[in-house]
């Protein structure tokens, strides 16, 4: 079943879960409690039940009685908002057009086939795309990106002023680049170049180096999970030369090019690009909303050292991951950030691996490969940790390899 086929009540059943910030194996635990309030039903051990959720969410197949009664009882709604017919609903797709058409309305209001109203509706809703990047599905994030992509191509093609046409250019530029991000994240190679070609384009065309930056950066990170570390530090470090010195794109991009050198095993490279990023970040103010994908925040940095300690097997690693963790899910630092929370586990995880906190280390790795969160570009840091676990003959490792296997191996293991 493709993306686009997965039923409403299965989004539905991902989204109420997300809601609660529940892991799949929270929401395997909070069955088994409704159930256990049920003294008549008896679930099946906890692993199949997350594997049942696995399931259900992919919309392979709906739940049946006790399941069905029981998500009723969690969510505490009836079964037919729950698992109802789809085509009673305001489903995402017509959601998303209306909000293409209002925009539209507010633009024929306006009276200007581009009006100010409509341009910044749209850098709105860039803005509110790249925050949602954090914790949204990228299938179900990159059908939002292409509808607003297609928008701009029409009012490309309509009368404007060229200060309308360059803001034009450049929210198409931020969407394409945006879309080449979810496609990475889904292994779509092929459309992923194709939108970070389009995004340099508009970069150009605007003379915006900020965007042009992000797309070799972006190179930069798909470099580095295809294992071509060498080639990721070159793009890094071209992506500095190009973006606003001190800007999101330069720090990022600095970052990125200490990973590369950890990869690449060279410690002297990997701290002096490290102690850069510092240097960029003492004084960086906390944006408004530190979510955004593009938008450099001062939690960044430290997750970014933490990944690149952890692959240096530096003992520090250890301490600057459990720092991010926390801070990835405090509300006193802002809303949740579960994909970069799911990474700092992954990073401490193979960090405690270094100081053979074995059964920690195999617990985070369970969770992130349980959560439904970590998507396919983040697949083979799991696999890092278990390949660890499997040499040292840990017998955790084996129950590891075949949930890692049901639920992460079909996508493939290349990743971010």
């Known amino acids: 079943m493709s993306a686009e086929d997965v039923p409403g009540w299965a989004l539905r059943l991902r989204s109420k879960r997300r809601?609660?910030?529940?892991?799949?194996?929270d929401m395997a635990k909070a069955l088994a409690e409704a159930a256990a309030d049920l003294s008549r039903i008896c679930l099946p051990a906890r692993e199949t039940i997350i594997r049942r959720i696995k399931s259900w969410e992919a919309g392979e197949h709906q739940p049946k009685d006790p399941y069905r009664l029981l998500y009723c009882r969690v969510f505490s709604t009836s079964e037919a908002e729950l698992f109802g017919d789809?085509?009673?609903d305001d489903d995402n797709g017509v959601i998303h057009d209306?909000?293409?058409?209002a925009m539209d309305l507010a633009r024929r209001v306006g009276g200007s086939d581009v009006s100010e109203e409509t341009l910044l509706r749209l850098e709105a809703a860039f803005d509110d795309l790249a925050v949602a990047y954090q914790g949204t599905p990228p299938t179900e994030l990159l059908d939002r990106v292409r509808?607003?992509?297609?928008?701009?191509?029409?009012?490309?093609?309509?009368r404007k002023t060229l200060v309308e046409h360059r803001r034009l250019l450049v929210v198409g530029g931020w969407l394409s680049l945006l879309a080449a991000t979810c496609n990475i994240d889904l292994h779509r190679f092929p459309a992923a170049r194709a939108q970070l070609r389009t995004a340099a384009q508009l970069a150009k065309q605007a003379e915006y180096p900020e965007i042009l930056a992000w797309c070799m950066e972006t190179e930069a990170w798909q470099a580095l999970t295809d294992g071509d570390y060498r080639r990721?530090?070159?793009?890094?470090?071209?992506?500095?030369?190009?973006?606003p010195h001190g800007g999101s794109a330069y720090i990022q991009a600095t970052a990125q090019e200490g990973r590369a050198w950890a990869r690449l095993e060279a410690v002297r490279e990997t701290h002096d690009a490290i102690q850069r990023v510092d240097r960029l970040?003492?004084?960086?103010?906390?944006?408004?909303?530190?979510e955004h994908h593009y938008r450099y925040d001062p939690a960044k940095g430290d997750a970014y050292k933490a990944t690149a300690l952890s692959w240096l097997g530096d003992s520090a690693a250890e301490q600057y991951a459990r720092q991010v963790l926390a801070r990835m899910e405090s509300p006193e630092e802002g809303p949740p950030r579960p994909r970069r929370a799911m990474s700092a586990r992954l990073d401490l995880a193979l960090a405690l691996m270094a100081s053979d906190q074995i059964d920690e280390?195999?617990?985070?790795?369970?969770?992130?490969?349980t959560s439904g969160i970590l998507v396919p570009s983040n697949y083979w840091r799991a696999a890092e940790v278990i390949d660890t676990l499997e040499a040292r003959r840990v017998p955790e490792a084996v129950e590891l390899r075949e949930v890692y296997r049901e639920l992460c191996a079909p996508q493939g293991n290349a990743g971010f």
């Open 147 to 158: 509808r607003h992509l297609t928008y701009v191509a029409r009012l490309l093609d309509a």
């Open 281 to 290: 970040v003492s004084t960086l103010p906390m944006p408004e909303r530190p």
């Open 232 to 243: 990721a530090v070159t793009l890094s470090r071209t992506a500095q030369r190009v973006a």
């Open 86 to 88: 789809d085509s009673a």
């Open 361 to 369: 280390a195999g617990h985070l790795t369970l969770t992130a490969v």
């Open 19 to 25: 809601e609660r910030g529940w892991s799949q194996r």
């Open 98 to 101: 209306d909000e293409i058409a």
